[in-house]
């Protein structure tokens, strides 16, 4: 039996930072129901742009009120549902600037939020997909 071709979803989300001191935090968050440790990102609705979705996801999932300082770029993955559908994933990625707000208590889809020094995100983080996200903000932060 021959599988349908992969379904293509799409988020949004970012590195998410301020300034503390000498160097920068970063804000990560726990996602209970996948058990990891990940960057602020979620699905772009209808009628949204990359952008207005990122901001909308980070305020959702952090609390954190944030501007978009400059692009990222993409990353692109596969993954299958339970069902078994293969799904592609694209997650457009943005280095975005705290603007006000507190790290916010659980929610539905995040368990956890953390401002960490980049050093220790990069360690706490669980996909390499995002180990290689922060590493092109940090390189932009200087």
Do not use: C
Request: hydrophobic share 35%; glycine share 10%.
């Amino acid at each position: 039996m021959k599988r349908p071709p992969a379904t293509s979803e799409y988020s949004a989300g970012g590195v998410v930072y301020r300034r503390n001191g000498a160097d920068y935090d970063i804000a990560v968050v726990q996602r209970a129901r996948h058990n990891d440790w990940s960057l602020p990102k979620g699905h772009i609705e209808a009628g949204e742009s990359r952008e207005q979705a990122a901001i909308r996801e980070v305020q959702e999932e952090t609390g954190l009120d944030a501007r978009i300082v400059s692009s990222l770029g993409e990353v692109v993955y596969f993954y299958r549902r339970p069902g078994g559908d293969l799904i592609r994933k694209v997650v457009y990625h943005y280095l975005m600037e705290i603007t006000g707000g507190e790290p916010g208590g659980p929610n539905w889809e995040v368990s956890e939020v953390r401002l960490l020094p980049i050093t220790d995100a990069l360690t706490l983080l669980s996909y390499e997909n995002d180990h290689m996200i922060v590493e092109k903000a940090k390189g932009m932060l200087g």
